[in-house]
């Protein structure tokens, strides 16, 4: 192992319109959490992302909006998305210097160019250096350790 494995982690991302999956190369699954984030319409601040945004659902005041960013594995609301992974990040995070060197991203085959770098972005701007995408189907494959190389 390497000293700078410590500050810097790699991780594995599954933005799904359901749930968001993130999974650490030395703990496993550490998020598996609903895809919703809650927003003060009036601030446009973020109150809440994952299980406290969904339970927030239907019982907020008016002015407070829960929303699933994402719509089919495409991100419809990119700023709203961009938070919610940089929250769930966040929260795995150990330390203040740890960060996220490599992210490999599962998202539908079905993507348009822009909508695959719309999610790259994302992933970027929440902290992952270097996000490398991937098809869902080759992610489901590798999971399952069957053989890709083939």
Same mark, same amino acid.
């Given at each position: 192992?390497?000293?700078? /494995?410590?500050?810097?982690? /790699?991780?594995?991302? /599954?933005?799904?319109?359901?749930?968001? #999956?993130?999974?650490?190369?030395?703990?496993?699954?550490?998020?598996?959490?609903?895809?919703?984030?809650?927003?003060?319409?009036?601030?446009?601040?973020?109150?809440?992302?994952?299980? &406290?945004?969904?339970?927030?659902?239907?019982?907020?005041?008016?002015?407070?909006? %829960?929303?699933?960013? #994402? %719509?089919?594995?495409?991100?419809?609301?990119?700023?709203?998305?961009?938070?919610? #992974?940089?929250?769930?990040?966040?929260?795995?995070?150990?330390?203040?210097?740890?960060?996220?060197?490599?992210?490999? #991203?599962?998202?539908? /085959?079905?993507?348009? *160019?822009? *909508?695959?770098?719309?999610?790259?972005?994302?992933?970027?701007?929440?902290?992952?250096? &270097?996000?490398?995408?991937?098809? &869902?189907?080759?992610?489901?494959?590798?999971?399952?350790?069957?053989?890709?190389? &083939?």
């Amino acid at each position: 192992m390497k000293i700078f /494995d410590h500050f810097f982690k /790699d991780v594995g991302i /599954d933005l799904g319109p359901a749930n968001s #999956l993130i999974y650490l190369k030395s703990r496993g699954i550490v998020v598996n959490e609903p895809s919703f984030a809650a927003i003060n319409t009036k601030t446009n601040q973020i109150l809440a992302v994952g299980d &406290e945004a969904k339970k927030m659902s239907n019982r907020t005041p008016g002015h407070i909006s %829960v929303i699933r960013p #994402l %719509v089919s594995g495409v991100i419809s609301d990119f700023e709203m998305t961009q938070e919610m #992974l940089r929250q769930f990040l966040k929260r795995v995070s150990q330390g203040p210097i740890s960060s996220f060197r490599r992210g490999i #991203l599962a998202i539908p /085959d079905n993507l348009t *160019e822009v *909508e695959r770098k719309s999610v790259e972005d994302a992933v970027m701007g929440a902290g992952v250096f &270097e996000p490398y995408i991937i098809d &869902e189907p080759l992610a489901a494959a590798l999971g399952a350790r069957l053989p890709v190389d &083939e």
